[in-house]
């Protein structure tokens, strides 16, 4: 058997890319199902009000951790580009992946409606069993829209409720109707609608162009080598290889790195919007190429590397910076994170300032809130915290049950002269603790009521 030659031993970036595919459908088919504790690696769950996130739960109040997960996301995102282009969008993006499913699994190898290959071909629709391998087609992926759908539900309402609610439909109507419309868009985006989203709809297309720069890793053709096949203002100019300018420029015109795209674009023309940098281009060229014992004209490199011969620096400025704000940003979420608090009380003066009793005795009256944030009932107690002429003069412990809510009325009383002030009355600030009984330490709050302390005159 012939030996392949090292260009053409090399596994092809799409075999890579559908490892990374696997990896990534495992990974959001089964996030929603694991569990540390009685918590969830990930959820956003709008019936319980709350986010749990690496199995600690933050109830809606404590959301400050959000903006810090979404700096992270897209700080992330913009150094993925600024290192290796839309690596993203060819590597990860649910939308890529939906497609090379639709496209390459059940269109092209399942039916044999299209050849990965050649992209741009549309099958004879006046056939009658291409027509019907096109519903066929549609049909199988109506029902992977369906599980899709599902598993995107997962991330807001926990699988065993969703599995429950959906058992019992009639109940359920408004959530079978939000898992259709997202299922119907699914398969109308896949469908219809393909890479035109990659062009026209998603917003990051837009802003990946200003994040690159001569070192970013992107799908690139080497007009060194290859030859000119656009003029400056991106007319094409060469369309058979014997009228390449230079007898040395390699490119056969082929058009193997242009049929394959999945987008329709010609990369030789240079950097589009349109390139999802799924490198496709790369591989056909790769298998061009190699038969004829060359390395690719079509490479994921850099600018630098390819036109300017020079090496990619990996560690530069806008590296840098991105790893500098992104060390900040998790550092930030762990501090953040680590203040969390493990049950909510909010303190609210009633609108009477104070009420004053016989002998003196001052009282004011406060509104707590309180809720269990806990998975197990839970029995709070108060106390003032390093104040002995303030005490709590109404309040009981008692038991809260997990994610209740409860308001109870607490009476703050001193009967000691705090303040002799004839002009007006006066603010004192009162720690005070709440905890939970059955685990003071962990669940524990400090919080600051103000104690109005009546103007002398208003005592006898
Ligand atoms: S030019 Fe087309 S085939 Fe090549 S990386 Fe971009 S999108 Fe993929
Ligand atoms: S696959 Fe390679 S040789 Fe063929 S047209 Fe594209 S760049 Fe030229």
Redesign the pocket.
């Known amino acids: 058997m012939k030996e392949k030659n090292k260009f053409l031993s090399k596994t092809p970036y799409r075999i890579k890319r559908y490892y990374g595919y696997v990896i990534a459908t495992i990974i959001a088919l089964t996030l929603p199902f694991i569990t540390i504790g009685s918590h969830h690696m990930f959820l956003l769950s709008f019936d319980k009000k709350q986010l749990h996130l690496l199995g600690t739960a933050f109830d809606m109040q404590e959301l400050y951790l959000m903006p810090f997960l979404l700096m992270l996301l897209f700080l992330g995102i913009f150094a993925a580009t600024s290192l290796g282009g839309r690596a993203w969008c060819g590597w990860a993006c649910p939308q890529t992946i939906f497609r090379v499913i639709f496209r390459d699994l059940i269109e092209s190898k399942l039916l044999g409606l299209k050849r990965i290959k050649n992209k741009q071909k549309e099958p004879d629709w006046s056939k009658a069993t291409n027509a019907s391998k096109k519903v066929i087609a549609i049909i199988i992926w109506s029902c992977l829209s369906l599980l899709v759908a599902s598993n995107f539900m997962w991330y807001f309402i926990p699988p065993e409720d969703f599995f429950n609610y959906i058992s019992n439909p009639s109940e359920h109507m408004f959530l079978i109707g939000i898992v259709l419309t997202i299922a119907g868009f699914l398969i109308y985006d896949v469908v219809m609608l393909k890479e035109d989203f990659c062009i026209y709809v998603c917003p990051y297309s837009r802003v990946q162009s200003v994040l690159y720069d001569d070192d970013t890793y992107q799908a690139i ?1 080497s007009t060194n080598r ?1 030859g000119e096949i656009y003029n400056g203002d991106k007319e094409k100019i060469i369309f058979k290889a014997k009228d390449l300018p230079n007898p040395n420029n ?9 049929t394959v795209c999945p987008t329709h674009i010609d ?2 023309k240079g950097l589009q919007l349109e390139c999802i940098n799924c490198l496709e ?1 790369v591989d ?2 790769t298998t ?2 190699g038969k004829l014992g060359k390395p ?3 490479q994921w490199s850099s600018t630098n590397a390819i036109k300017k011969d020079i090496p990619t620096k990996m560690i530069r400025k806008s590296t840098i910076m991105y790893a500098v704000a992104l060390l900040l940003v998790v550092a930030l979420l762990f501090v953040m994170g680590s203040k969390k608090e493990y049950m909510l009380l909010n303190i609210n003066k009633t609108t009477q300032l104070y009420s004053i009793k016989e002998g003196n005795v001052v009282r004011n009256n406060f509104v707590l809130l309180f809720q269990n944030t806990e998975d197990k009932p839970l029995t709070y107690e108060l106390e003032v915290v390093g104040n002995k002429d303030i005490e709590i003069k109404r309040f009981k412990p008692f038991t809260l049950n997990p994610g209740k809510l409860v308001k109870k009325v607490m009476v703050l009383e001193t009967n000691k002269v705090l303040v002799n002030d004839l002009t007006k009355d006066t603010p004192l600030k009162v720690t005070l603790r709440a905890y939970a009984i059955e685990d003071p330490k962990r669940v524990s709050v400090l919080r600051q009521a103000v104690f109005i302390y009546p103007r002398a005159d208003k005592l006898k």
């Open positions: 053709y290859g390699e490119c056969t015109t082929c058009e193997s790195c242009v990369i030789r281009c056909a060229c061009v190429m690719s004209l079509v």
